[in-house]
């Protein structure tokens, strides 16, 4: 099944027409958040303007927004390859954590341990400490591998223990692109009776998401990572989110998925969340399924993000004084690259690349163990990340760039 190519994926993307300093801006921002197609941005005005309501009220606009909100479930259970009524809706995965660690928590009895792990964002680590701290349970940290960014299983499987309940686990790394064997990590906690929780948000953008191969109880992402507005999806296997212990007002539906949601929706931001969906399946040009044309958008859009990586490590590796972290590019991972300049902070890195119409990030990323384990807590790292939209040349404007910066420190 062919895909749409970069020049026809870029065409759908008012944003890469920008310029600054007379020059197309090439976004490497996309770990942070991606920029959105213009399906997206019309689904969520033609909500507004024709749709828009509460719900569960008779009367069109009403059982409009219901349809909606069914039609989006459907389209992230295809997404993740669950069913529709497995899939929740909040203001982001952090938030949705939160919730949800508390939920789990409060049915964990003290001394019941906790395994998170140093490489994950903190989105996915703060909750189960909260949630720790709230219950009197034990926390335990699985440390990662500073010299090629990955995880330790081996150190994190030994953790895992009688008393263990909950394994929080993140697919990929948002600031080193390290992609983490969930499936390995589920299969082990469920050996012991542990739920996995999977933070998917860097994953989902670069591979098909399967929690059924993945073997997670909980999957969380957020749809501003995969060219959507900014919400958060969580998946859960039915017959937990319909025993949890959530935080609910009385009056609210007891029924799942809704249960695990709260308050009134961002409605017009699920209905483009629902469109980014429709806008990776639609980069494949045969017909079928939308999970079938979701595996071949992302089976292909993996395979280019990783000629993308592969250019630029080449690339950055050449230049005298350039440090690169996390695994080398024949290993998992995304196509997110992350470095420092010998001697020049990493913010004025990124401050240079503008200058030259280049958008990368630095500092932490919320994964701050990361960037403490790899010495620079306090002046931070240098993020690029490819999407969907990168080209060729726009890694090798990242490169001439750095190179640039490198040679006149």
Same mark, same amino acid.
């Given at each position: 099944?062919?895909?749409?190519?970069?020049?026809?994926?870029?065409?759908?993307?008012?944003?890469?027409?920008?310029?600054?300093?007379?020059?197309?801006? +090439?976004?490497?921002?996309?770990?942070?958040?991606?920029?959105?197609?213009?399906?997206?941005?019309?689904?969520?005005?033609?909500?507004?303007?024709?749709?828009?309501?509460?719900?569960?009220?008779?009367?069109?606009?009403?059982?409009?927004?219901?349809?909606?909100?069914?039609?989006?479930?459907?389209?992230?259970?295809?997404?993740?390859?669950?069913?529709?009524?497995?899939?929740?809706?909040?203001?982001?995965?952090?938030?949705?954590?939160?919730?949800?660690?508390?939920?789990?928590?409060?049915?964990?009895?003290?001394?019941?341990?906790?395994?998170?792990?140093?490489?994950?964002?903190?989105?996915?680590?703060?909750?189960?400490?909260?949630?720790?701290?709230?219950?009197? /349970?034990?926390?335990?940290?699985?440390?990662?591998?500073?010299?090629?960014?990955?995880?330790?299983?081996? *150190?994190?499987?030994?953790?895992?223990?009688?008393?263990?309940?909950?394994? +929080?686990?993140?697919?990929?790394?948002?600031? /080193?692109?390290?992609?983490?064997?969930?499936?390995?990590?589920?299969?082990?906690?469920?050996?012991?009776? *542990?739920?996995?929780?999977?933070?998917?948000?860097?994953?989902?953008?670069?591979?098909?998401?399967?929690?059924?191969?993945?073997?997670?109880?909980?999957?969380?992402?957020?749809?501003?990572?995969?060219?959507?507005?900014?919400?958060?999806?969580?998946?859960?296997?039915?017959?937990?989110?319909?025993?949890?212990?959530?935080?609910?007002?009385?009056?609210?539906?007891?029924?799942?998925?809704?249960?695990?949601?709260?308050?009134?929706?961002?409605?017009?931001?699920?209905?483009?969340?629902?469109?980014?969906?429709?806008?990776?399946?639609?980069?494949? #040009?045969?017909?079928?399924?939308?999970?079938?044309?979701?595996?071949?958008?992302?089976?292909?859009?993996?395979?280019?993000?990783?000629?993308?990586?592969?250019?630029?490590?080449?690339?950055?590796?050449?230049?005298?004084?350039?440090?690169?972290?996390?695994?080398?590019?024949?290993?998992?991972?995304?196509?997110?690259?992350?470095?420092?300049?010998?001697?020049?902070?990493?913010?004025?890195?990124?401050?240079?690349?503008?200058?030259?119409?280049?958008?990368?990030?630095?500092?932490?990323?919320?994964?701050?163990?990361?960037?403490?384990?790899?010495?620079? +807590?306090?002046?931070?790292?240098? #993020?690029?990340?490819?999407?969907?939209?990168?080209?060729?040349?726009?890694?090798?404007?990242?490169?001439?760039?750095?190179?640039?910066?490198?040679?006149?420190?």
């Amino acid at each position: 099944m062919s895909v749409a190519t970069v020049e026809e994926i870029r065409a759908r993307f008012p944003a890469l027409s920008r310029l600054h300093a007379g020059e197309r801006v +090439a976004y490497f921002d996309g770990p942070g958040g991606t920029q959105v197609p213009l399906e997206v941005v019309d689904a969520m005005t033609e909500y507004l303007f024709e749709h828009n309501a509460n719900t569960d009220w008779r009367y069109p606009s009403s059982a409009e927004t219901d349809a909606m909100l069914q039609s989006a479930r459907e389209a992230f259970a295809d997404f993740v390859g669950a069913a529709a009524d497995e899939i929740a809706f909040g203001a982001n995965m952090t938030t949705l954590t939160f919730h949800l660690a508390r939920a789990i928590g409060r049915m964990l009895e003290a001394g019941d341990e906790i395994v998170i792990t140093e490489l994950d964002h903190h989105g996915n680590v703060a909750p189960w400490v909260e949630a720790a701290r709230e219950n009197a /349970l034990t926390v335990r940290v699985a440390p990662m591998r500073p010299h090629d960014g990955t995880l330790d299983l081996d *150190a994190l499987e030994s953790l895992i223990g009688p008393r263990t309940r909950v394994v +929080a686990v993140g697919a990929a790394s948002n600031a /080193l692109g390290t992609i983490t064997d969930v499936a390995r990590v589920s299969a082990h906690a469920r050996s012991a009776g *542990a739920l996995t929780y999977c933070d998917a948000v860097h994953y989902a953008p670069h591979a098909l998401v399967d929690v059924g191969a993945l073997g997670c109880d909980f999957l969380a992402c957020s749809a501003y990572k995969f060219y959507g507005p900014h919400i958060g999806v969580v998946w859960g296997r039915r017959d937990l989110l319909a025993s949890l212990d959530v935080p609910r007002l009385t009056p609210a539906p007891d029924t799942v998925p809704e249960r695990v949601e709260t308050g009134t929706l961002n409605h017009e931001g699920i209905a483009g969340a629902a469109a980014a969906v429709d806008f990776l399946a639609s980069l494949a #040009r045969a017909g079928g399924t939308r999970r079938q044309r979701l595996h071949a958008s992302l089976d292909e859009l993996h395979r280019r993000g990783r000629a993308l990586l592969n250019r630029a490590w080449r690339g950055l590796s050449s230049i005298p004084g350039v440090r690169l972290y996390g695994p080398q590019p024949d290993q998992p991972r995304t196509p997110t690259v992350c470095f420092t300049i010998d001697g020049v902070a990493a913010e004025m890195v990124v401050r240079q690349l503008v200058d030259r119409a280049v958008f990368a990030t630095h500092g932490d990323f919320y994964a701050a163990t990361v960037a403490s384990r790899l010495g620079h +807590a306090d002046d931070g790292l240098v #993020r690029a990340g490819c999407a969907c939209y990168t080209s060729d040349s726009d890694v090798d404007r990242l490169v001439e760039g750095v190179r640039a910066i490198a040679k006149a420190r």
